[in-house]
């Protein structure tokens, strides 16, 4: 028999690691109600169609299509073996799979507003907090299955949305003590960019080559960009654009001067500004950074982008989103626009376990371990217990009777920094000892005084 395992990008998470994952999940979703966003889940899993076609060419390879079900039924085995043999001949079939696990949270998302948009009260604020999964080649701060804390409004095109996403985002990784910067860009910039080397039809092979740039470089992203049909004056112009540099002011004003007379360019700008110009007032703008390479790859933004950077680390993007005024439209609802952030939370997990963040506090659970000496003894104990945790006082008792060394190993293993001894005389005299294992102060005391104690 083989060792077990796990399927490849996926994890397991111990009693610590869900402690200090539950703290990043509940704070962001402080934030988010704080803000007004309500809580929303959908299914695990879509309808393909649901899926494929809304990530471009890249994503739709990365989603996990699922196998139907029913092939112990003799027609059912025979529709997927068909379905199989079409798809080694490079064709999509029904018979095989019609379903996928979700790829991200905007997208179903969309599908519920699309669904439900007449019995919503619009503007519609949502936050959503679940897993997604990915065929994505496994790496560092990149998983199969991954969580992700989504907050989206939608049926609003007001830019004061994004105003209040960029707060949550700064409010959310102040709270989690993780330093951070946020990089917007507009997709209208990159609109007038491909409009300036070729058309409108150019935008998509451009974002995706940009969107490359931080990890294979400019060279293999040039060389990207000549195979789709980019010509050698276009690949120059783009260049001068991914290296605008200088204070926020100072790419504008070079954007501006590269790409000038644009319509689009201009309108992009414009909504950057608002933005930066609002926090200027809120103090929180030192840590909006206009950045001219973020291209953001998924064909469905239509405004603002944004990507959340944490500083001093090389880790990538810990999150990101922006403004889809088109969305529902891929479902037959047009004209509902929409803006949203995701929050990645394992990334942000693996930042802050470097950078030793997470408050020593969550790592403890039990407060109180009540020794087993017995019988009678175990039973006081259980009684005196329930009444601590009648008082949320988290604590439990040894299941068997053991020597003092063995429980005392099991508490300090566990973090348990309080035990109560209750033996022989103290039965006898309605008492129980109190010891602090991390400072070794030892106390007894009436049952009595026990419910007033100060662990």
Known sequence: MSKPSLPQGTRDFNAAT????????????????????????????????????????????????????????????????????????????????????????????????????????????????????????????????????????????????????????????????????????????????AQFCGGEAKLIDLTIAIDKLDKIGWEKVQEELKNKGFSADQQQTIQQYLTIKGSNAEKIAALKNLLAGNESVANGIEELNYVLQYHEASGMSKQLVADFTLARGLNYYTGLIFEVKALDTEMGSIGGGGRYNDLTSLFGVPNIPGVGISFGVDRIYDVMEEKKLFPTSIEQSTEILFFNLGELEAQTAYQQMTLLRNKKIACEIYPEKSKFDKQFKYAEKKGIPNVIIIGTEELAKKECTIKNIITGIQKTIPFTELMNYSF
Not at 50 to 74: A, C, H, R, S, V
């Open 18 to 193: 869900v402690q200090k994952r539950q703290y990043i999940f509940q704070t962001i979703k402080t934030v988010f109600e704080l803000y007004g966003f309500q809580a929303l889940e959908t299914p695990a899993m879509e309808n393909l169609e649901t899926l494929m076609g809304k990530y471009g060419e890249e994503g739709d390879k990365l989603i996990f299509k699922i196998l139907n079900n029913g092939l112990d039924l003799p027609q059912k085995k025979e529709q997927t073996l068909e379905g199989i043999e079409k798809m080694f001949a490079g064709k999509s079939s029904p018979a095989l799979t019609e379903r996928a696990l979700r790829y991200d949270l905007t997208i179903p998302f969309a599908r519920y507003v699309a669904m439900n948009h007449g019995s919503l009260n619009f503007p519609f604020k949502r936050y959503q907090i679940q897993p997604v999964w990915r065929a994505d080649r496994p790496q560092k701060g990149r998983y199969r299955e991954f969580y992700q804390c989504d907050a989206d409004v939608v049926g609003s095109e007001s830019l004061l949305n994004e105003v209040d996403l960029m707060s949550v985002y700064l409010t959310a990784f102040a709270q989690l003590n993780l330093p951070v910067e946020v990089k917007m860009n507009n997709r209208k910039i990159l609109l007038g960019l």
